[in-house]
Antibody
Framework: QVQLQESGPGLVKPSQTLSLTCTVS??????????WNWFRQPAGKGLEWIGR???????NYSPSLESRVTISADTSRNQFSLNLSSVTAADTAVYFC???????????????WGPGTLVTVSS | EIVMTQSPATLSVSPGESATLSCRAS??????LAWYQQKPGQAPRLLIH???TRATGLPDRFSGSGFGTEFTLTISSLQSEDFAIYYC?????????FGQGTRLDIK
């Protein structure tokens, strides 16, 4: 059974870069069958898709964040990462990683999800 | 961007009764629609994909319907564990979008 787990600093200073890692167990991120995605959810608000990684095809990003986002992968560690640059308080949120399916339109639905990690942007 | 609009924002229902949650897309998404349940402090949990296909292990008191721009999630015989926030999500367009959520409260 595939499991995902987010990790990274819980506090980031304004203008710095937010860096998170999602570690995948029970499955390989280089299988070619799945997309590996990042989301965020500010407190009390809805879900926002940030972007995704697909082994051998690269990445897709939400246009609203594309200028600041990089998603990369370390296949040797079975991890994929999120970097979000020039953060402000508006980037404070719980960040989730999740898997979706390549064979389904637009990557389909998301399952499973990591438990999420809270990142606060504050000086 | 496809805008997903959920209604109502909050729904208060008594345990044992049924709840009907709605999701509307700003343009047709065919049957490329998923539903999720989220409880406080937890990640979303996939309930339905393909507009009506239940996720593995999901009780059959959860049912999804709809096509195109109008979708419904119905939960019958509400249990205490069903009170949560529910989100719809379209995957017809590569730019994934979610509805703003419906909070299902105990009446």
């Amino acid at each position: 059974q595939v499991q995902l787990q987010e990790s990274g600093p819980g506090l980031v200073k304004p203008s710095q870069t937010l860096s998170l890692t999602c570690t995948v167990s029970g499955g390989s991120i280089s299988s070619g069958t799945y997309y590996w995605n990042w989301f965020r959810q500010p407190a009390g608000k809805g879900l926002e898709w940030i972007g995704r990684f697909f082994f051998s095809r690269g990445t897709n990003y939400s246009p609203s964040l594309e200028s600041r986002v990089t998603i990369s992968a370390d296949t040797s560690r079975n991890q994929f990462s999120l970097n979000l640059s020039s953060v402000t308080a508006a980037d404070t949120a719980v960040y989730f990683c999740a898997r979706s399916i390549v064979a389904v339109p637009a990557g389909g639905w998301f399952d499973p999800w990591g438990p999420g990690t809270l990142v606060t942007v504050s000086s | 961007e496809i805008v997903m609009t959920q209604s109502p924002a909050t729904l208060s229902v008594s345990p044992g009764e049924s709840a009907t949650l709605s999701c509307r897309a700003s343009q047709s998404v065919s049957s490329n629609l998923a539903w999720y349940q989220q409880k406080p402090g937890q990640a979303p949990r996939l309930l339905i994909h393909g507009a009506f296909t239940r996720a593995t292990g999901l009780p059959d008191r959860f049912s999804g319907s709809g096509f195109g721009t109008e979708f419904t999630l119905t939960i019958s015989s509400l249990q205490s564990e069903d009170f949560a926030i529910y989100y719809c999500q379209q995957y017809d367009n590569w730019l994934i979008t979610f509805g703003q959520g419906t909070r299902l409260d105990i009446k």
